[in-house]
């Protein structure tokens, strides 16, 4: 049972266009959300949060949004730069219960 | 600050044997967890740690095991290797003091392969 999806596997956008990775939840008990970045052989760097009381967070090229109705949080990029390239991995937790759950990935190649 | 460590980067061992694995939190971080990552499965929970107690258990076998030092550095043991442990495991740290909501920041990983 995942309860954690990421059903893109992969994509690919152009430099300076905006790249948007989406991830979908099924446990209603999720109310905290990250987004990490993952380079081949190192572990995955944070990226970006979000708590379940709002519904949009922003850091510099990156924004979150969640819409707690439909379970789903996506990540925008923009604009996307050649080094944004790596797997991007969507994460979920309680409070109060530390364990992330997450989910399989998208690979994102940002093309000059 | 200097970020999470994990040691050895890279393990070669063969079916049967055993194997411990090391990470040192961030300086101040009291919450230790650890993941395995597969191709297949994706990152999957093993365990988390705080104040030398395990606090979370993921759903693995027995042969995983961890602990917990009173300088908030981990370890993780794994017994009786079978070739499907063959993975990159992780560690993460947190700091309960920034609140209920904790951001796990991860170490390099541990490239363990089960010959």
């Known amino acids: 049972d995942q309860q954690v999806k990421q059903n893109s596997p992969s994509l690919s956008v152009q430099e300076g266009r905006i790249s948007i990775l989406n991830c979908d939840y099924t446990?209603?008990?999720?109310?905290?959300f990250l987004w990490y970045k993952k380079y081949p052989a190192e572990g995955p760097t944070f990226l970006i949060s979000?708590?379940?009381?709002?519904d949009k967070n922003e850091d510099g090229r990156f924004t979150v949004f969640l819409n707690k109705s439909a379970k789903h949080l996506s990540l925008h990029i923009v604009p996307s730069q050649p080094g944004d390239s790596a797997v991007y991995f969507c994460a979920a937790s309680r409070v109060g219960n530390t364990p992330l759950v997450f989910g399989k990935g998208t690979r994102l190649s940002v093309i000059a | 600050k200097a970020g999470v460590t994990q040691t050895p980067r890279y393990l070669i061992k063969t079916r049967g044997q055993q194997v411990t694995l090391s990470c040192s939190p961030i300086?101040?971080?009291?919450?230790v967890s650890w993941y395995q990552q597969t191709p297949g499965q994706g990152l999957q929970f093993l365990f988390e740690?705080?104040?030398?107690?395990?606090?979370n258990k993921g759903n693995f076998p027995g042969r995983f095991s961890g602990r917990q030092f009173s300088n908030s550095r981990s370890e993780m043991n794994v017994s009786t290797l079978e070739l499907g442990d063959s993975a990159l495991y992780l560690c993460?740290?947190?700091?309960?003091?920034?609140?209920?909501?904790?951001?796990?920041?991860f170490g390099p990983g541990t490239r363990l392969l089960v010959l």
């Open positions: 993460a740290s947190s700091s309960p003091e920034r609140g209920l909501q904790e951001t796990q920041y």
């Open positions: 740690y705080f104040s030398e107690t395990q606090r």
């Open positions: 446990n209603s008990m999720f109310d905290y």
């Open positions: 300086s101040g971080h009291r919450s």
């Open positions: 979000i708590s379940s009381i709002k």
